[in-house]
């Protein structure tokens, strides 16, 4: 499945500044340490590869349950007009992934959910997390919903 979500014309700002990362590093080493919850939801902490600089980039999202043991997650930037960077990096090496959940390290691939399962897992997101269906209102884009899956059931698919 492709990433095909282009940035919106309007909504919140693109989260960014040094404090902005300094809190996504904070809330990594939490989540590596104690798992758990980040802002109410379940979070990961998601490695990917840099679209542009090939480096590994590291930013905690919260996440869904998905279908057969995957993790859902939105690229909502908090409803920015833009996506997040991760988004396009996931585009780029949607076959580099690995995110860490529960103090596991997990190799995963990325696929972007369109039509009927995104409006399946949309409905499913935003009954338990009513905040995003706010940052869906914030912005003109869609907000692209991310399947992870695990990396060796993908291979045996």
């Known amino acids: 499945m492709s990433f095909n979500t282009p940035a919106g014309t309007r909504g919140a700002r693109v989260p960014s500044g040094w404090a902005f990362r300094w809190l996504n590093k904070l809330m990594a080493r939490r989540i590596r340490r104690k798992g758990g919850t980040f802002m109410g939801f379940n979070a990961l902490v998601l490695t990917t590869v840099g679209a542009k600089s090939g480096l ?6 919260g996440w869904f349950p998905g279908k057969d043991g995957s993790w859902l997650i939105v690229a909502s930037a908090a409803g920015a007009a833009g996506n997040p960077s991760w988004y396009y990096n996931l585009a780029a090496n949607p076959d580099k992934v690995q995110i860490e959940v529960d103090g596991r390290k997990t190799a995963v691939v990325a696929e972007q959910l369109l039509g009927v399962e995104r409006a399946d897992a949309w409905q499913q997101i ?8 706010q940052y869906q209102v914030k912005t003109d884009r869609e907000l692209p919903i991310i399947r992870l899956v695990p990396r060796s059931t993908q291979e045996s698919a």
């Open 126 to 133: 935003i009954a338990a997390a009513p905040r995003f269906g």
């Open 56 to 61: 590994e980039r590291t930013t905690p999202v």
